[in-house]
C-alpha cells in the first residue's frame, strides 16, 4: 500500500507511476488524497488547540472554585463543556477523514520503479539477460499448467480467485509433495 507521508512529500512519481500502470484519473485521484490528508491534518491541529484550552479553562475553574467564584467558575465550565463538545465533532470528523483516505489508498496500485518501461501488454517487456541456451523439448512437450491440471494437484485457477494472480492452491499428492519439501529444507536448515 502506498505510504501517504510519501505521496505528500513528493507526489509527483506517484502520479507518473500510476499513469505508467494505465490507472484512470491518476492526478485527481492523488489530489483527492492529499486534500482529504490536509483536511484531516489541520483538523488534529484545531482538536490539539481546543483540548489545550479546555485543560487551562480547567485549572482556571478550579482556582475560581478555590476562591469562591462560583458564577465566573459556571460560566468557564460551560464554555469548557462547549469546546470538548466541539473538539469531539472534530475528532468524528478526523475518523471520517481517515476511512475516507484508507479507503483511497486502498484502491491504488503500488507505483512501478521507474526504470520499468511503460507497456501494454506481455509483448512490450524488455528482456534484461538470458542465460544458457533454450532445449528444444519436442512436439510431445507440454507446459506445466496442463501437466498439474492432468495430475489434479494444482488449482491454478482458485488460487487467482483467492489473492488475484499468482498463487497456486497445492491440492491432493500436490499439497503433500509441497509440505514434504518444507520439511525436508526446514529439517537441512536446523541441521
Avoid at 489541520?42 to 485549572?59: G, H, I, N, T, Y
Avoid at 460560566?75 to 469548557?80: A, G, T, V, Y
Amino acid at each position: 500500500m502506498l505510504e501517504i507521508r510519501k505521496i505528500r512529500e513528493n507526489k509527483e512519481p506517484f502520479v507518473a507511476g500510476l499513469r505508467a500502470r494505465h490507472f484512470a484519473n491518476a492526478e485527481q485521484l492523488i489530489q483527492r488524497l492529499l486534500d482529504i490528508d490536509q483536511n484531516r491534518r489541520e483538523f488534529m491541529l484545531q482538536v490539539e488547540s481546543l483540548r489545550s484550552e479546555v485543560k487551562k479553562m480547567s485549572a482556571e475553574v478550579g482556582s475560581l472554585m478555590k476562591s469562591g467564584q462560583q458564577e465566573a467558575a459556571d460560566q468557564i465550565k460551560l464554555s469548557s463543556s462547549a469546546k470538548g463538545a466541539q473538539a469531539a465533532d472534530l475528532e468524528k470528523k478526523i475518523k471520517e477523514e481517515e476511512e475516507e483516505q484508507m479507503k483511497l489508498l486502498l484502491t491504488l496500485p503500488n507505483t512501478p520503479h521507474p526504470t520499468v518501461p511503460i507497456g501494454h501488454s506481455a509483448d512490450d517487456n524488455v528482456v534484461v539477460s538470458l542465460h544458457g541456451s533454450v532445449p528444444d523439448l519436442g512436439p510431445w512437450a507440454r507446459p506445466h499448467w496442463e501437466i498439474t491440471a492432468d495430475l489434479d494437484i494444482v488449482d491454478f485457477a482458485l488460487g487467482a480467485k483467492i489473492t488475484g494472480a499468482g498463487f497456486p492452491v497445492y491440492k491432493g499428492q500436490g499439497a503433500a509433495f509441497v509440505r514434504a519439501l518444507k520439511s525436508f529444507f526446514l529439517d537441512e536448515a536446523i541441521a
